[in-house]
């Protein structure tokens, strides 16, 4: 049974560019959520997909965006890349009434 | 608005001793509180997790939590450490039957000593 799996696992990008990041969710899992991890902090809630639609998110600017396809899978979008976007991004899977499963993470180095 | 305080930034204890690793929070509304593990350049791994009934939870890894709302806390416990048990580890919570995201506390660092 796979377990969420996420893409690519290291990212070095320049400031002011884009990045998307690529996210599938464990089997039978139908919500998918992203949070950011700064060097030394807890995780932070970007925000949740469920039906293809966001549905929850947290305080985040709008140069994070994000979709979910028809088979679940998300991607995270952030535009117009700062220095303090450098993290590690973490994907969270579940279902109605579930626990969250993690993936390992994408670590975006911004230069 | 809901937090989660980890008042301890690490937690040293020699190997074969038991461990409690602190967690208080704060939502409005019932929560649901998790422990998650992270090991180094890695992702989170669930170790438990507290909906509903019985105040003591099992986990993984002979991890257990005990919820206790008068306090509002949810601190881990391991009866008998192991060096392999040493690892950053998280507190979360988020109101139940929403759909906000969870709200971690900043972790702490468990440090088993041989």
């Known amino acids: 049974d796979a377990g969420v799996t996420q893409s690519p696992t290291h990212l070095i990008k320049t400031r002011g560019q884009q990045v998307t990041l690529r996210c599938s969710p464990k089997?039978?899992?139908?919500?998918v959520s992203w949070y950011q991890q700064a060097l030394g902090q807890g995780p932070q809630f970007i925000f949740q997909y469920y039906e293809e639609e966001e549905r929850q998110r947290g305080n985040f600017p709008d140069r994070f965006s994000g979709h979910q396809f028809p088979n679940y899978s998300s991607e995270l979008n952030v535009n117009a890349l700062l220095l303090g976007d450098s993290a590690l991004y973490l994907c969270?899977?579940?279902?109605?009434?579930?626990?969250?499963?993690f993936g390992s993470g994408t670590r975006l180095t911004v230069v | 608005a809901q937090s989660v305080a980890q008042p301890e930034d690490q937690v040293n204890v020699a190997e074969g001793n038991p461990l409690t690793v602190k967690c208080t929070y704060s939502v409005s509304g019932n929560p649901y509180l998790f422990w998650y593990v992270q090991y180094p350049n890695r992702g989170l791994q669930f170790l438990l997790k507290?909906?509903?009934?019985?105040?003591l939870v099992k986990g993984s890894y002979g991890f257990e939590a005990e919820f206790n709302k008068s306090q509002t806390s949810f601190h881990l416990k391991k009866p008998s450490a192991l060096v392999s048990d040493s690892a950053l580890y998280f507190c979360a919570v988020r109101v139940g039957g929403g759909a906000d995201g969870l709200t971690f506390g900043k972790g702490t660092h468990l440090i088993i000593q041989p």
């Open positions: 969270a899977s579940s279902s109605t009434g579930g626990g969250y499963t």
């Open positions: 089997s039978g899992h139908d919500t």
């Open positions: 507290y909906i509903t009934g019985d105040n």
